[in-house]
């Protein structure tokens, strides 16, 4: 509770004269392109330096424990490459279009900024999210389990903008999408997908792509997983049918307990996490506390998130605030008194299909424990009666 002011012990951060006020701050010469606070420095992307051989083929994680509403800052959304950043100059970059079309094209930056605009807000989730989970509770903190994730307002152009100006023929069934990198990252999309709702874009929230997202330019496949988001985009293949790519064969399939191996596991499902209280963001007091979360569905948007504080015993359905649209984060909380007494904190998305997010048992059922991909199980947070917290899981 606030204190009440005017009490016998004064607070000398009331009554006393602060730095801040005694001298002039930084002129409006300073700070050309802002950053956050230097009291912020401690929230940034986070990598775990045993999880791969290299910084160059790797992930750093988002802090979502420190974040609120559902843009995710540029400087803190997660990366993932497969051979480092590519520091592109917009000048040369080129974006081709071939394979079956009637006109090969080869767009500038300045072509492609010349084509009609869109402003689209999504999530983007790499399959890998949570992947290190499927065999029982492992990294301490959300950032780490469900990280992978970052939610940014793209400025671009349509899709099939581009291919109607190149003239698709009618046997082009797929396209490959291949990024400039020095992985020369490329991934089949199916036709359809790319007809519907997919962008070129070359912008987020309101700026350049970052160099780590793509700059200048990326793919944009909404509600899919984050490895189909082609960065540093430079080709476009039609074709009848797909590469069958790295990324599509050896890697992003699914590995069965019998063994067999699913593959073209495009769509992200409906799931959702308890970012506080968690493992790196404690409660810190008894009484009124604030439970906040995300949730996202890569079917459409999300209809309702229940939250129990007991293990999935009991549920109450949660306070969703801010805009909740299609394939887009969603932040929900709970405003809870808390007696100090352990809790188990989950959280359960439902989305604008009925879909509801399974527990861990129920995905292993029907998924086995081999699968690094597509793990969207419900978590747990065990709250401890001192307020630490911890990833768990319950049978
Ligand atoms: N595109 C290229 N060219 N190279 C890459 O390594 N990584 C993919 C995808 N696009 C990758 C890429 C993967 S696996 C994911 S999850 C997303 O980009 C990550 O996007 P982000 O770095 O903006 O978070
Ligand atoms: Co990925």
Known sequence: ???????????????????????????????????????????????????????????????????????????????????????????????????????????????????????????LECAANSGMEWRGAQLNGCQFTHGMIHNVMYTGVSLKVLLDEAGLRPNAK?????????????????????????????????????????????????????NLWVKWLRRIEAGDQPWQTREETSKYTDLLADGRSRKHTFIMDAKSVVTNPSPQAPLKYKGRNVLSGLAWSGRGSIKRVD?????????????????????????????FDWSGQEMMVQSRAMDSTGYVQPSKDELRKVRGVNSIYHNNGIQTWLVRSGGETENVEIG
């Not at 002039?24 to 999880?51: A, M, N, Q, T």
């Not at 559902?70 to 051979?83: A, K, Y």
């Not at 949660?318 to 805009?323: L, N, Q, V, Y």
Request: hydrophobic share 40%.
């Open 1 to 123: 509770m606030p204190a009440a002011a005017g009490s016998a012990d004064p607070d000398p951060l009331i009554t006393g004269v602060q730095d801040w006020q005694r001298y002039l701050g930084d002129g409006v010469d300073k700070r050309p392109y802002g950053l956050p606070s230097k009291f912020e420095k401690h929230i940034v992307r986070r990598d775990v330096g045993w999880l791969t051989a290299s910084a160059e083929s790797s992930v750093n994680f988002t802090p979502l424990h420190e974040l609120d509403g559902i843009i995710t800052p540029s400087g803190l959304c997660f990366e993932r490459h497969h051979s480092g950043v590519a520091e592109i100059d917009p000048g040369s970059h080129r974006l081709m279009i071939n394979g079956l079309v009637d006109r090969p094209l080869v767009f500038t930056m300045d072509d492609i900024k010349r084509m009609p605009r869109v402003n689209k807000l999504y999530f």
């Open 307 to 335: 939250v129990s504080l007991d293990g999935g015993r009991n549920w109450q359905t949660a306070r969703i605030d801010g805009p909740v649209l299609d394939k887009s984060l969603a932040r929900f909380y709970v405003d």
């Open 174 to 226: 797929w396209l490959m999408l291949e990024g400039a990198d020095a992985a020369g990252m490329n991934r089949s999309l199916p036709l359809e997908k790319a007809l519907n709702d997919v962008l070129i874009a070359f912008a987020m929230n309101g700026e350049a792509l970052r160099p780590e997202q793509g700059y200048p330019l990326r793919a944009v496949i909404p509600g899919w997983e984050g």
